[in-house]
């Protein structure tokens, strides 16, 4: 038997595969037939079933002495041995004669024995007909040049699990028909091309879990005939451009395990052959544009286990019309699929897409694969609601298995990999219950985007000088916009074609604060920031004075989500760093005023700017119309980061406001919501509206429904009439957060449902009703 580690190792994925490993599988067959010859003590001499590399079958005569705690060979070995196996004893030299006196001897097993020294196994006597030597777990440290000259027959060589530092560079010359070598897991420190001129036949390789960080252009030149290479494990950050040159042959590639942070397009492009590609547990952290395209014999793909994995972008994979496997799984921070990430995947049968952070899987990612027969979507946070409508309306169709066959297109029916435990997360009222239960009128239609928690953390520390990237993604139906707001107030939106940012702080605002940035004019072209398509803020060199507090926000018609990230710049200077590090917490003072100001006064709106110079993602705004004679209610909305401007519609004609902005960083380091930076003095404003045309004393409802300010009356009504009691400004505030659920409900009119939960830390992912709905930029 092998041993199990060796098998059963990691490593073994691909040959699996390519079914490279069949006979080591075969050869654990308990099939044998008795062997009537005087055979060695305590060993077992059976006639035993044998495959060479090539497969063939053989009737092998078996001395089996494994685990006898030998320290010499045993005697007598009968002379047509054709197999030998001598694994864990504790051997460290072989009695080169008696290996002379068996001419039939074909597989040779010397496997976690002691050996130290290579020479001492055959001992120059040649073993013209053995085609395979194990001696993986010995002690060897060194190969020296020829280390197999004794040898000319063998086909497969096992090294792995040794000490191995150096090999001469023709440590391998005279193995001409070697087709197997494994000298995986040794302590290699750097891949030498001149190994592999002496194996012009060689198949497999395994070389993985050497401690070799990159490897040489072109130093597999000479390897002509290989078919698979496993390089896992070994702590490969990239690889050059040339590194897989001239591997003409090669079907499976195996890098799992390594320090990749980016697919090896480049490089891979060297490879046409390839059918089989493990990348799994890598550092990658998107799979960009073009990644994987054009790799027209592709059949397998696997890209789990990867802990920085965020996002597969658009046209990540891209005409593979061979593949047939995707296996994206068990990748903690994935939250993102583009919804037009596969392109011409005409083939594509199988998509394994569980344990992932995935709140839905676009409908289009679907439509786009017409060859689909399952999807895996298990151990995912779904959210079953308007993107995952394509799920519940596949669900009630008829079933395509049952009656015969016709020559009709049937719709196509896409099989569900553990559908019982395919559950809901979102919405709260859907959670636990299985996606392929929930018919698609319980899903809603449309819906707010969300920014997933794995996606962008809260704290990312980087070195000065460095690159900055920030991944936000998100989706929902309409499909959102996305943008950045910098710790300065400066707002990063998508600008049309260019991928800079157009920096515009705010439409219609005059003064704004990028025109305290010197280096960053409004709404031109800037080098120094860069919005990538997806969503992504990459800032080139960063210094510490852009550490700071960004938030992204994602908005859509029906409303926005945000989410920010604390950036801590490491000084070069080791002294400096705890200042900057202190400095995080530390902003800078607001002045003595944000300037909050109403422009501009209609009759029944006003509109409220202001600027704060900061990025204040925890804004809020209050009104309340003031009377000599009677206490009103006051309302109150989060207004959006990187707003600076607000218009309050839907006030009374005639009335006296008073306007409130509530500044806060609310995300800050270390600090909840209610720390002492949101309990500063809020701006205040008060104004009088215009006289209408014709007084109306009573609020007049629209019934659009449009706006949230009128939404918000109607709650407070509402809830004056079920409390009957008088508002306090705390719940005027939760009326912020309860306004979603009555959009709901105006839509459904089965009834009003008025939930009062409301956990209002701005740290956590927001609830589903408590996203920001109201808010008005112009
Ligand atoms: C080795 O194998 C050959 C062919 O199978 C056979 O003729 C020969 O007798 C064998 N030699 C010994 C020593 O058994
Ligand atoms: C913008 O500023 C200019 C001069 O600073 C001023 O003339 C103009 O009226 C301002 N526009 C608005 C809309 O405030
Ligand atoms: C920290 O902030 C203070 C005041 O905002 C500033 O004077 C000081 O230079 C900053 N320190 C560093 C290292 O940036
Ligand atoms: C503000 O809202 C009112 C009422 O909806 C509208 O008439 C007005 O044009 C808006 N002003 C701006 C600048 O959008």
Known sequence: MRSPSALVQSQCFLCVLVSVCAPAAVRALPHALPWRVSCPARCACQIRPWFSPDSAHHEAPTVDCNDLLLTRLPAPIPPDTHTLRLQSNLLSEMDAAALRGLPNLTDL?????????????????????????????????????????????????????????????????????????????????????????????LEVLMLGGNPVEALPERGFLALKSLRSLVLGGMGLRGLAEKALEGLDGLESLSFYDNLL????????????????????????????????????????????????????????????????????TNNPRLSYIHPEAFLRLSRLESLMLNSNALSALHQRVMLSLPSLQEVSLHSNPLRCDCLFHWAAEEAARPRADKGPPTDAPAPRTVRFIQPQATLCSEPPELRARRVREVSSREMSASCLPMIPVSSLPSYVGVREGSKLVLHCRALADPRPELYWV?????????????????????????????????????????????????????????????????????????????????????????????????????????????????????????????????????????????????????????????????????????????????????????????????????????????????????????????????????????????????????????????????????????????????????????????????????
Request: hydrophobic fraction near 35%; proline fraction near 7%.
């Open 261 to 328: 942070t980016k697919v090896p397009t480049q490089a891979l492009r060297r490879v046409p052959g390839l059918k089989f590609l493990d990348l799994n547990k890598n550092r990658i952290k998107l799979i960009e544009t073009g990644d994987f395209r054009d790799m027209i014999h592709l059949k397998e793909l696997g890209l789990n286990n990867m802990e920085e994995l965020v996002s597969i972008e658009k046209a990540a994979l891209d005409n593979l019309p061979e593949l047939t496997k995707l296996e994206i």
């Open 486 to 778: 910098t710790p300065s107030g400066l707002k990063l939106g998508p600008s049309r074609g260019s991928p800079a940012p157009c920096l515009a702080p705010s439409r219609g605002f005059n003064h704004s604060a990028s025109t305290r940035q010197s280096d960053a004019p409004p709404c031109s072209p800037s080098k120094h920031y860069r919005l990538l398509p997806e969503g992504t803020l990459q800032i080139n060199k960063v210094t510490s004075r852009e550490a700071g507090l960004y938030t992204c926000v994602a908005e859509n018609a029906l409303g926005a989500d945000t989410r920010s990230v604390t950036v801590g710049v490491r000084s070069r200077e080791r002294k400096r760093r705890k200042a900057v590090a202190a400095n995080l917490s530390g902003y800078p003072p607001l002045g003595p005023s944000v300037g909050l100001e109403a422009r501009e006064v209609g009759e029944r709106y006003a509109i409220l700017s202001w600027q704060s110079g900061r990025n204040l993602p925890s804004t809020r705004l209050s009104w309340q119309a003031i009377y000599s004679n009677s206490h009103t209610p006051t309302y109150s909305t989060r207004v959006l980061a990187g707003t600076q401007s607000f218009n309050l519609t839907h006030l009374q004609a005639e009335t006296f406001y008073r306007v409130c902005l509530h500044l806060g960083t609310g995300e800050g380091p270390k600090r909840g919501s209610r720390g002492p930076r949101d309990a500063r003095k809020p701006q205040c404003v008060s104004f009088r509206t215009k006289d209408g045309p014709q007084s109306q004393p009573s609020l007049q409802l629209s019934p659009e429904m449009t706006s949230t300010a009128v939404t918000l009356l109607l709650l407070a009504i509402i809830l004056l009439l079920l409390a009957g009691q008088v508002w306090d400004s705390e719940l005027g505030e939760a009326a912020g957060t309860l306004h979603s659920t009555i959009l709901q409900e105006v839509k459904s009119p089965s009834g009003l449902i008025i939930s009062q939960k409301t956990e209002r830390s701005f740290r956590h992912q927001p609830k589903q009703n408590e996203k920001l709905f109201i808010y008005q930029d112009f």
């Open 109 to 201: 097993d010397l496997s976690q024995n002691r050996f130290s020294h290579v020479r001492r196994i055959a001992g120059g006597s040649p073993l013209a007909s053995l085609q395979s030597l194990h001696l993986e777990e010995n002690r060897l440290s060194h190969l020296p040049e020829a280390s197999f000259a004794s040898l000319p027959a063998l086909q497969e060589l096992f090294l792995s699990h040794n000490n191995l530092h150096s090999i001469a560079p023709g440590a391998f010359a005279g193995l001409d028909f070697l087709l197997r070598l494994h000298i995986n897991n040794n302590r290699l420190a750097t891949v030498d091309p001149r190994w592999f001129r002496a194996l012009p036949r």
